[in-house]
């Protein structure tokens, strides 16, 4: 009795009405510089625009910090370091315990404040980023009094005063990967957010006032690059943390040289994410959509070279196709949208670039139809078919929502070329079979290799690259060594 | 006949599809996508009762309700079908007279499909001869699991040929089978063999039907419609039991099939308290508050 379909096509019928995350959030119309446990105006008596990227409207105005108001926060740390450092473990467990605790208390305001200020999904930045960023202060307030036991016949002292500078795509759970190992062992912390998503990281501020963090062990100012570099060049700074570009990480780097500063980088990335025969693959169809359009590529591990065996190609595209069609491009905080906004007009014409080249090189472009919004910087989710090693579209980080894809005949085939880049952050594998997942883990240069899974993060797992894509780890044991002095 | 097993089995791996199911619960349905999507799931619904107490009495009275869902809301379609032993098919035709609503007989040695072959034939020759619209039937699950896989296709097929023009529902009984590898291959095994309809549990066993293996039986029926042109259609049935899982359904539907499928030509919730929590939640929508349950009737 069955018939001929008129369609297969997801996504039809059945319209979804919108679904907004209504709760309230007060966003001040200024915001000052929080040092020394208060809130004080920047001595620059500069201000710039903070808005949302979903509808261009200005949503505050952030303080740029200048040169003497890092150099007052570098002091008010080195000053909270005598007793923050001195206290026992146990005592600072106390209060980042308490600071995870309100996170969660307040995780409805922090998701929707991070989704206003940075365009990403409320169904992202509520069952993703504020949760982990609870997370790993629990964790970390779980290791303060237990760090003798994690390196055992090593007596690890805390560092210094840490100056922590954190990119734009995960502004909260960045700002608690840096804060919370560093507190926990014992160091103080000058945090400075991206200029573009300032304002979760100071409503973090509000959480360690809340939570009675005594003043200058956490000290957030904001600004551009001019307040970064003079974050970085400050002679009372003992370690630096670093996550965004190679090319700012390579600034950085070359800075520090010679200053006995210590260093860790997280920087970019171009993840091999490889697909074989054998693979569960309506399974693998998931990981590389939650691989490549997971907040809206913006992510440094973004599996955003796909590798298909060639006898599985077909598959995969028709079924990728498939699912990135039932994608819902909107309103970051309606509760349905899958893709939200580019974070910023610079970021979207870096993509638009990128997708202009792709299309010159004569590679065949896919992307969603239903176009986007008036307002606002979108892009729909894109894949270009049949991408060569040696397309730009395969080599640069391009940190949007685009997937190059390439195809492969042999394992030996693939690990060349999954090697072959610069980057080293993440890959993942998609197989039935263990033998082979085991051999490409230890074969793949890169921090993370995720196996028939993609985008898994947490607390105890470190975190960090090869090469190109930085040094030092963050998370777990790992993670906590990059903020102590081990020396016997 | 005989189903001959593609040269690689299609695998399934357990915690991806726990993670995409999970997704779908997670969409937000409001306002009048809510109540158009409540709507559907009521003329989906399989009204059923499967008991050995089952008697022309209660038969009758549960065809009253499958057409008289609750009548003070104006507007409300009728479920799709009453699914019930072949012995009260007769009763169960005659009650729904040409109200449109489908009689569905269970088959086949129902619910262990415990019996030979050339019984479950006669079965479903005898339900189809007292007018059953579908047939419900179970597949030989200790075959599957002892890897007589062409004992089951067989015996798919025979059954098929026994239905004439009534639709076939395959039972796979998910929740005796061992993995998710194993829902996949009975799908296809189903599908291949003349299934019109797959259909996951009798509800006599526990786990029934789930979000995750519905979501595999879903993604087989598309591969096969990718592949053959032909749709089939799918029932969930045993364990859902409120309005909001019902949705939570619908939206997987939707995001797998799309809107072909989004009708009780191809898609079939097999439940018995469903229908009322339903209602029970279309009356809220309406009126803004909860009605006590004892205003929705009880067959």
Redesign the interface.
């Given at each position: 009795m069955s018939k001929k379909s008129k369609n297969l096509e997801p996504n039809t019928g059945w319209d979804f009405d919108p679904a907004p995350e209504k709760v309230p959030v007060e966003i001040k119309a200024q915001y000052d510089l929080f040092i020394d446990g208060k809130w004080v105006k920047a001595t620059s008596k500069k201000f710039f625009n903070t808005i949302n990227p979903a509808t261009e409207e200005k949503l505050s105005e952030i303080s740029e910090a200048s040169e003497k108001d890092v150099d007052l926060a570098v002091k008010a740390a080195a000053k909270a370091f005598g007793s923050w450092s001195k206290l026992p473990g146990k005592e600072r467990a106390k209060y980042i315990y308490r600071i995870a605790r309100i996170l969660q208390e307040r995780a409805r305001e922090f998701a929707v404040l991070e989704t206003m200020d940075g365009g990403k999904p409320i169904r992202e930045s509520r069952d993703v980023d504020v949760p982990l960023a609870a997370a790993h202060f629990f964790y970390h307030a779980g290791w303060a009094d237990k760090l003798e036991y994690a390196f055992p016949g090593l007596k690890p002292k805390p560092i210094g005063v840490a100056g922590q500078i954190i990119p734009w795509n995960f502004p909260l759970l960045m700002a608690a990967w840096k804060i919370a190992p560093a507190i926990a062992c014992g160091n103080t912390v000058v945090l400075k957010p991206a200029e573009t998503t300032s304002l979760t990281a100071l409503r973090l501020a509000e959480v360690f006032e809340e939570a009675g963090l005594p003043p200058g062990v956490v000290n957030i100012i904001t600004g551009a690059g001019s307040t970064g570099a003079a974050l970085v060049n400050h002679p009372g700074i003992q370690k630096i943390a670093f996550t965004g570009s190679t090319e700012v990480g390579k600034v950085i780097r070359r800075s520090v040289a010679g200053s006995g500063k210590k260093l860790t980088l997280e920087l970019g990335g171009k993840a091999a994410n490889i697909v074989f025969e054998d693979a569960a693959i309506d399974q693998a169809v998931e990981g590389i959509v939650n691989g490549i359009y997971f907040n809206q590529g913006h992510v440094c591990c973004a599996g955003s070279r796909l590798f298909v065996q060639e006898s599985v190609r077909e598959e995969v595209l028709q079924k990728l196709k498939f699912r990135m069609r039932s994608l819902i491009l909107g309103d970051p905080l309606d509760k349905n949208t899958d893709v939200g906004a580019i974070n910023s007009a610079e970021q979207l014409k870096t993509i638009q670039h990128y997708l202009s080249l792709g299309k010159k090189e004569g590679l065949e472009m896919y992307q969603n139809a239903g176009g986007t919004p008036k307002k606002g910087f979108w892009c729909q989710p894109t894949l270009f078919e049949d991408v060569a090693q040696s397309s730009v579209i395969a080599q640069e980080e391009i940190f949007g929502p685009v997937l190059a894809i390439q195809t492969f005949r042999t394992i030996d085939e693939v690990i060349q070329k999954a090697n072959n880049t610069p980057y080293g952050l993440s890959a993942g594998v998609w197989t039935d079979k263990g033998s082979k997942i085991f051999n490409l883990t230890s074969e793949l240069k890169a921090g993370v290799v995720w196996a028939n899974t993609y985008n898994k993060f947490d607390p105890t797992s470190p975190f960090g690259g090869y090469k190109e894509s930085g040094f030092g780890r963050e998370g777990g044991i790992h993670g906590l060594a990059a903020y102590l002095n081990l020396e016997g | 006949m005989s189903f001959i097993a593609p040269k690689?089995r299609?695998?399934?791996?357990q915690?991806?599809?726990l993670?995409?199911a999970g997704r779908f619960t997670?969409?937000?349905?409001?306002?009048?996508?809510?109540v158009?999507?409540l709507k559907?799931a009521l003329s989906m619904i399989d009204l059923t009762t499967l008991e050995g107490k089952d008697t022309p009495g209660k038969v009758r009275q549960l065809c009253y309700k499958a057409r008289h869902l609750h009548d003070s809301y104006a507007g409300l379609p009728t479920v799709a079908a009453v699914c019930v032993y072949p012995s009260m098919v007769k009763t169960a035709k005659k009650s729904l007279g040409s109200s449109g609503v489908k009689v569905a007989s269970v088959s086949t040695a129902f619910p262990s499909g415990q019996s030979a072959q050339n019984l479950k034939i006669e079965e479903t020759k005898y339900a189809v001869g007292e007018g059953a619209d579908e047939v419900d039937m179970v597949i030989s699950r200790g075959a599957l699991l002892s890897g007589d896989l062409n004992y089951v296709f067989d015996e798919i097929a025979s059954v098929k040929a026994a239905c004439g023009?009534s639709?076939l529902k395959v039972i796979l009984e998910t929740g005796e089978l061992d993995n998710f590898d194993q829902v996949r291959l009975a799908s296809d095994i189903s599908m291949e063999a003349g299934a019109?309809f797959i259909k996951t549990s009798t509800g006599k066993i526990s786990p029934a039907a789930n979000m995750p293996v519905t979501l595999i039986m879903l993604?087989a029926i598309?591969d096969y419609?990718?592949k053959t042109?032909?749709?089939?259609g799918m029932k969930p049935a045993g364990g859902i039991r409120t309005a909001k899982q019902s949705l939570h359904y619908?939206v997987m539907v939707?995001?797998?099939?799309?809107?072909?499928w989004?009708s009780n030509e191809w898609f079939r919730f097999g439940a018995s308290s469903l229908a009322n929590d339903i209602l029970m939640q279309l009356v809220k929508q309406e009126q803004g508050n909860y009605q006590s349950m004892n205003y929705f009737t009880i067959d």
């Open positions: - | 690689s299609r695998s399934i791996d915690v991806g599809v993670e995409r997670t969409r937000s349905i409001k306002s009048k996508s809510k158009e999507g559907m023009s639709r019109d993604e598309r419609f990718l042109g032909k749709m089939i619908l939707k995001e797998t099939l799309g809107e072909d989004l």
